[in-house]
């Protein structure tokens, strides 16, 4: 029997569902009916705006403009935020630092940082520089927005016109936007966050503020920052009384001032400022009448010490300075350990080899680093031409060491016990997985000593080494010598295919050259503020070295490179009556070429290539770079007493002369230094007390033949 209340309450239910459905269909059904009326509603007000005909044609691609715009625009903003993020608090306040150089015997040798004045004011300035700065950097600045979409353009065309970068294009306010807040890299990025800081300038200064930040805080060469510290730098006046031809010199400084500074290449900015005079006829700001006396008697310059400044090195040394400083000191000055006489000679060994040899291989860079085995740099080469490129490849540019890099290879070996340089090892066809590297003659010698397979640079036996010994020892060891780049353990890392930069190769080199302790370079000695308080030196507080080859490593890893040198693929290196010591490296379609070497007073590396990689005709690190070695360390060597290397006997010194030839009377050059090398003073003093012993004291003699009283005296 069913139950009565059951089935009501089934009942009341089912009426209540059958509501809410009947409720839900009637809100679809208004709702749908409402939308259609809209859409109608709608429908027939844009029927208003309907275009026929050929206007149908640009409403659409306006419409799809107005689209991608807007997705472009939020695209855009997503770029500009890190450009903000370069903008702090303290924009305005200049933060750098001033620094004086000095060499390691006191004597200027640069400066960097800020060498400024800012208080002339802009209306104070005159009227004929301001003109020859806007019509070369930016004829429309008064009436772009801040970036100059026409001057872009018209860089553009010359640029492909011309097939390289001729002209630029950035405006008065992105190159502000570049002083105040980023770096000189040529990257997409950079030039975003450039774009994008100019129209923040645009927006919160006037133009007369972007111009006279921009007249105050570009770099003018000669160690100053804007015109007028820059018009008393180059001629000993103040920037209010500089005439026509010398406000177009300093215009002239704006697009490469290592290039066209006065004191360092006349000829070249007064060239440059008769460019300047152009444009401003050009842009109608002056007549050719006007300009006529400025190109008759163009500016001259201060008279100033032709110091030969080592930029490279300068750039390096002042990144140095400010890690070492705590801010609270602007205006420094830093003794160096830089050797003036060593630096002009890298320089010159280097440039010569390009010049003489460098078209016939298709090479047209190197880099050059020389330190003693302790770390402390006696000269840097980051290029030919610091005016042409400010890119410094001795620290910055990571390039394959091939070969070169085997050495930390056969050191993990020596490290294990199991090898020494008479241990035989077997010259063989090699595999890792489906790699299998081969030997430059594409031959196997088969069984051979160690010492004889690194002389010959053979790979399969590098790569069984690595085998052998494991990798990540290899990658552990380099860093502990004090290579600093990163070093990617891959199975062909025994061969070189992890990039170092040319410091890193000398400073993991001076490991073994010093005996078998870490290296750290060093081109610091001292740093003063201006009061002359010295606020670091190095030799304040003396860490203790760090070991990191056993004794019987050096000596085996000395005696194979000493070898090389001798007898392998260094043979060019090689000194006459000095022991050397080194590796060669090539790398992969030969585009780098290096020799690394030492000998018990220097350790140098020398690299060779092309800055876009492009692949070198066959240049071999025998060839270039171990002769560059050699010119360089012949001069470097002059005033030295040659030391033994490690594990080496001492080198025959019996023949050492007592007389120089005529030939060698540069030798005794004192340099920029002004004074003789503490070894050559110490030479002359030998060589004038045998010369007195001989010959007895010819002062002596003189004495006893000149009268004696007052008689001598008239």
């Given at each position: 029997?069913?139950?009565?209340?059951?089935?009501?309450?089934?009942?009341?239910?089912?009426?209540?569902?059958?509501?809410?459905?009947?409720?839900?269909?009637?809100?679809?059904?208004?709702?749908?009916?409402?939308?259609?009326?809209?859409?109608?509603?709608f429908?027939?007000?844009?029927?208003r705006f309907?275009?026929?005909g050929?206007w149908?044609?640009?409403?659409?691609?306006?419409?799809?403009?107005?689209?991608?715009?807007?997705?472009?625009?939020?695209?855009?903003?997503?770029?500009?935020?890190?450009?903000f993020?370069?903008?702090?608090?303290?924009?305005?306040?200049?933060?750098?630092?001033?620094?004086?150089?000095l060499?390691r015997?006191?004597?200027?040798?640069?400066?960097?940082?800020?060498l400024?004045?800012?208080?002339?004011?802009?209306?104070?300035?005159?009227?004929?520089?301001v003109?020859?700065?806007?019509?070369?950097?930016?004829?429309?600045?008064?009436?772009?927005?801040?970036?100059?979409?026409?001057?872009?353009?018209r860089?553009?065309?010359?640029?492909?016109?011309?097939?390289?970068?001729?002209?630029g294009?950035?405006?008065?306010?992105?190159q502000?936007?570049?002083?105040l807040?980023?770096s000189n890299?040529?990257?997409?990025?950079?030039?975003?966050?450039?774009?994008?800081l100019?129209?923040?300038?645009?927006?919160?200064?006037?133009k007369?503020?972007?111009?006279?930040?921009?007249?105050?805080?570009?770099?003018?060469?000669?160690g100053?920052?804007g015109?007028?510290?820059?018009?008393?730098f180059?001629f000993?006046?103040?920037?209010?009384?500089?005439?026509l031809?010398?406000?177009?010199?300093?215009?002239?400084l704006f697009?490469?001032p290592?290039?066209?500074?006065?004191?360092?290449?006349?000829?070249?900015?007064?060239?440059?400022?008769?460019?300047?005079?152009?444009?401003?006829?050009e842009?109608?700001?002056?007549?050719?009448?006007?300009?006529?006396?400025?190109r008759?008697?163009?500016?001259g310059?201060?008279?100033?010490?032709?110091?030969?400044?080592?930029?490279?090195?300068?750039?390096?040394?002042?990144?140095?300075?400010k890690?070492?400083?705590?801010?609270?000191e602007?205006?420094?000055?830093?003794?160096?350990t830089?050797?003036?006489?060593?630096?002009?000679?890298a320089?010159?060994?280097?440039?010569?080899?390009?010049?003489?040899?460098?078209?016939?291989?298709?090479?047209?860079?190197?880099a050059l680093v020389?330190?003693?085995?302790?770390?402390?740099i006696?000269?840097?080469?980051?290029?030919r031409?610091?005016?042409?490129?400010?890119?410094?490849r001795a620290?910055n540019?990571k390039?394959?060491?091939?070969?070169?890099?085997?050495?930390?290879?056969?050191?993990?070996?020596?490290?294990?016990?199991?090898?020494?340089p008479?241990?035989?090892v077997?010259?063989?066809?090699?595999?890792?997985?489906?790699?299998?590297?081969?030997?430059?003659?594409?031959?196997?010698?088969?069984?051979?000593?160690?010492?004889n397979?690194?002389?010959q640079?053979?790979?399969?036996?590098a790569?069984?080494l690595?085998?052998?010994?494991g990798r990540?020892?290899?990658?552990?060891?380099?860093?502990?010598?004090?290579?600093?780049?990163?070093?990617?353990?891959?199975?062909?890392?025994?061969?070189?295919s992890?990039?170092?930069?040319?410091?890193?190769q000398?400073t993991?080199?001076?490991?073994?050259?010093?005996?078998?302790?870490?290296?750290?370079?060093?081109?610091?000695?001292?740093?003063?503020?201006?009061?002359?308080?010295?606020?670091?030196?190095?030799?304040?507080?003396?860490?203790?070295?760090?070991?990191?080859?056993?004794?019987?490593?050096?000596?085996?890893?000395?005696?194979?490179?000493?070898?090389?040198?001798?007898a392998g693929?260094g043979?060019?290196?090689?000194?006459?009556?000095i022991?050397?010591?080194?590796?060669?490296?090539?790398?992969?379609?030969?585009?780098?070429?290096?020799?690394?070497?030492?000998?018990g007073?220097?350790?140098?590396?020398?690299?060779l290539?092309?800055?876009?990689?492009?692949?070198?005709?066959?240049?071999?690190?025998?060839?270039?770079?171990?002769?560059t070695?050699?010119?360089?360390?012949?001069?470097?060597?002059?005033?030295?007493?040659?030391?033994?290397?490690?594990?080496?006997?001492?080198?025959?010194?019996?023949?050492?002369?007592?007389?120089?030839?005529?030939?060698?009377?540069?030798?005794?050059?004192?340099?920029?230094?002004?004074?003789l090398?503490?070894?050559?003073?110490?030479?002359?003093?030998r060589?004038e007390?045998?010369?007195?012993?001989?010959?007895?004291?010819?002062?002596?003699r003189?004495?006893?033949?000149e009268?004696?009283?007052?008689a001598?005296?008239?």
């Amino acid at each position: 029997m069913k139950d009565p209340f059951r089935s009501e309450s089934r009942g009341k239910w089912r009426q209540r569902l059958l509501a809410l459905d009947g409720l839900i269909d009637s809100s679809l059904h208004d709702t749908g009916r409402d939308l259609a009326e809209y859409w109608e509603r709608f429908s027939n007000f844009m029927r208003r705006f309907h275009v026929e005909g050929v206007w149908r044609g640009f409403t659409e691609a306006a419409s799809e403009g107005a689209t991608l715009s807007v997705a472009g625009a939020l695209v855009m903003l997503a770029l500009a935020v890190p450009a903000f993020d370069e903008i702090g608090s303290d924009w305005r306040t200049q933060t750098d630092y001033s620094v004086t150089f000095l060499d390691r015997y006191g004597n200027v040798i640069g400066r960097r940082g800020v060498l400024q004045d800012d208080t002339v004011e802009l209306e104070d300035l005159p009227d004929h520089l301001v003109k020859a700065v806007l019509a070369t950097e930016d004829r429309r600045f008064f009436t772009h927005f801040g970036i100059d979409v026409m001057g872009t353009f018209r860089a553009l065309l010359e640029n492909a016109r011309a097939g390289g970068v001729v002209q630029g294009g950035s405006s008065i306010t992105q190159q502000l936007a570049k002083n105040l807040f980023l770096s000189n890299e040529r990257t997409l990025q950079r030039k975003i966050k450039e774009a994008y800081l100019a129209l923040w300038l645009e927006a919160n200064l006037s133009k007369r503020e972007i111009l006279k930040l921009y007249l105050d805080r570009a770099y003018m060469g000669g160690g100053t920052t804007g015109v007028s510290a820059a018009s008393e730098f180059y001629f000993g006046k103040k920037v209010t009384d500089i005439n026509l031809a010398e406000s177009a010199l300093l215009a002239g400084l704006f697009k490469a001032p290592a290039r066209y500074a006065p004191h360092i290449n006349l000829p070249a900015a007064r060239a440059r400022a008769n460019e300047v005079l152009s444009n401003m006829v050009e842009a109608g700001f002056m007549t050719e009448g006007q300009v006529v006396g400025a190109r008759r008697n163009p500016a001259g310059a201060v008279e100033r010490s032709q110091i030969a400044s080592a930029d490279y090195f300068l750039d390096w040394a002042f990144e140095q300075v400010k890690r070492r400083v705590d801010g609270s000191e602007k205006v420094l000055i830093a003794r160096t350990t830089l050797d003036m006489r060593m630096q002009k000679a890298a320089e010159a060994a280097l440039e010569s080899t390009l010049r003489e040899s460098g078209e016939s291989f298709n090479v047209r860079q190197g880099a050059l680093v020389s330190m003693e085995p302790d770390g402390t740099i006696r000269a840097m080469v980051g290029g030919r031409d610091y005016g042409t490129s400010t890119f410094n490849r001795a620290v910055n540019a990571k390039r394959q060491p091939g070969s070169s890099f085997k050495p930390y290879v056969y050191a993990v070996a020596l490290e294990t016990g199991r090898y020494e340089p008479d241990t035989i090892v077997l010259d063989a066809p090699v595999s890792i997985g489906n790699w299998s590297p081969q030997n430059y003659g594409r031959s196997f010698k088969g069984r051979l000593s160690l010492r004889n397979a690194l002389r010959q640079s053979l790979n399969t036996v590098a790569v069984r080494l690595s085998i052998k010994t494991g990798r990540q020892p290899i990658a552990d060891l380099a860093h502990a010598m004090g290579i600093m780049s990163p070093i990617r353990v891959t199975r062909s890392l025994a061969l070189g295919s992890s990039e170092l930069t040319v410091l890193d190769q000398a400073t993991g080199y001076s490991s073994i050259a010093n005996g078998g302790f870490r290296v750290e370079p060093r081109g610091i000695i001292e740093i003063r503020n201006s009061g002359g308080v010295a606020i670091y030196d190095t030799n304040a507080n003396p860490q203790p070295r760090q070991r990191v080859l056993k004794e019987t490593t050096v000596a085996g890893m000395v005696d194979m490179l000493h070898n090389v040198a001798e007898a392998g693929t260094g043979r060019r290196a090689r000194l006459p009556g000095i022991q050397v010591a080194g590796k060669t490296g090539t790398t992969n379609a030969y585009r780098d070429a290096w020799f690394v070497g030492f000998t018990g007073n220097y350790t140098t590396a020398v690299w060779l290539g092309n800055d876009n990689y492009e692949p070198t005709r066959r240049l071999t690190g025998g060839n270039l770079p171990a002769m560059t070695w050699a010119k360089f360390m012949r001069v470097a060597m002059a005033y030295e007493i040659p030391k033994p290397l490690p594990g080496l006997p001492p080198p025959d010194t019996t023949g050492e002369a007592l007389v120089a030839e005529a030939g060698d009377a540069d030798l005794l050059d004192p340099g920029a230094s002004g004074r003789l090398a503490p070894q050559t003073s110490s030479a002359l003093g030998r060589l004038e007390e045998r010369f007195r012993e001989a010959n007895g004291d010819p002062l002596q003699r003189q004495a006893a033949l000149e009268p004696r009283g007052e008689a001598a005296a008239q």
